[in-house]
């Protein structure tokens, strides 16, 4: 898949996910406010929100930064833009919605060198396809003293999403996102380093839910996964391969047994890798 494809997959899944993603519930409306918490924004800074979606951490910022701040929103969906754009106009706040693409920022009027204080990327940095090129960019775009956060899932949150990505990375399946990658603590931090940035605050957040997920039957785990509709349709659409799809299959089972207890049950807990990187 080239890049362009990648990018065009991913934003017609945002778009079809845009007009319930408010009301999907899930751990998102707590990152959101957790963001806010750890932002620490004061009146006056700049803040840019990177995949920005519907604006659940950009509208809360311009109001925080007040009408002497600036804050600028960039996402892929248009369609999450429009209810962003509508958020924030309901509460008379200004904020500049950018329609682009993350990870390549070069050029955008709204967006120059040196000059925010606070750069935020919440719940969606596993799908950019080159990480530490990203990161250096964003660097860039701090001032100095200036802060870069943005969040991994860590590998025992959504399992069964996690061993997709284990079994894409061995048959070569094209995956929209890349949590294997950086499955630790110590490869975010890498990133943070080669950026220039001080890595010291990095950290892992407490629980937002915890389950136990009932693994008796990894091949019925499997078709689910790959079988749903909606604006997750095409998120594995390549385990549909009937090419590759028994042999997917059997290896998503395997590493499914490899993780369950005696009982065929796997504890997966919702917690993230804070990534949290400040230019010195």
Same mark, same amino acid.
């Not at 999907?24 to 006056?44: N, V």
């Given at each position: 898949? @080239?890049?362009? @494809? /990648?990018? =065009? @997959? ?6 079809? /996910? ?7 519930? *899930? ?16 009146? *006056?800074?700049? +803040? ?5 979606? @519907? ?19 960039? !996402? ?10 509508? %958020? ?9 919605? +950018? &329609?682009? !693409?993350?990870? &390549? ?14 750069? =935020?990327?919440?719940?969606?940095? +596993? ?12 660097? #860039?775009?701090?001032? +100095? *003293? ?18 997709? $990505? ?5 048959? $070569? ?15 975010? #931090? ?8 001080? !890595?010291?605050?990095?950290?892992? =957040?407490?629980?937002?839910?915890? %389950? ?15 079988? /749903?509709?909606?604006? =997750?349709?095409?998120? &594995?659409?390549?385990?549909? !391969?009937?090419? /590759? #799809?028994?042999?997917? %299959? ?31």
């Amino acid at each position: 898949m @080239t890049s362009s @494809t /990648r990018l =065009s @997959t991913i934003e017609a899944i945002y778009n079809k /996910r845009a007009p319930g993603y408010d009301s999907e519930g *899930g751990f998102h409306p707590a990152q959101a406010a957790d963001y806010l918490k750890w932002m620490d924004l004061k009146p *006056g800074q700049h +803040v840019l929100d990177l995949a920005c979606g @519907t604006g659940a951490i950009t509208v809360p910022a311009a109001e925080l930064v007040g009408s002497s701040g600036k804050v600028v929103g960039v !996402d892929i969906s248009g369609d999450s833009l429009v209810i962003a754009r509508s %958020k924030a106009e309901k509460k008379g706040i200004s904020v500049a919605f +950018v &329609h682009h !693409d993350i990870a &390549h920022l070069d050029g955008l009027e709204e967006i120059k060198e040196g000059s925010f204080d606070v750069i =935020s990327c919440a719940a969606a940095f +596993v799908l950019l396809e080159d990480s530490a090129s990203a990161v250096k960019g964003w660097a #860039k775009l701090l001032k +100095v *003293g200036g802060v870069m956060i943005f969040d991994v899932l860590t590998p025992n949150s959504m399992v069964a999403n996690w061993v997709l $990505n284990v079994v894409g990375d061995k048959l $070569n399946i094209e995956v929209n996102y890349g949590r294997t990658k950086l499955d630790s603590v110590k490869k975010v #931090k890498a990133l943070l380093t080669e950026a220039g940035l001080d !890595d010291s605050d990095t950290f892992v =957040s407490d629980s937002y839910s915890e %389950k136990e997920v009932d693994a008796k039957d990894p091949g019925g785990m499997f078709e689910d996964m790959v079988g /749903r509709k909606g604006w =997750s349709e095409s998120v &594995h659409s390549g385990f549909l !391969d009937p090419a /590759r #799809k028994p042999l997917a %299959k059997e290896m998503f089972c395997k590493e499914i047994e490899k993780l369950a207890d005696k009982d065929g049950k796997i504890l997966e807990e919702m917690k993230v890798i804070m990534a949290v990187g400040k230019k010195v």
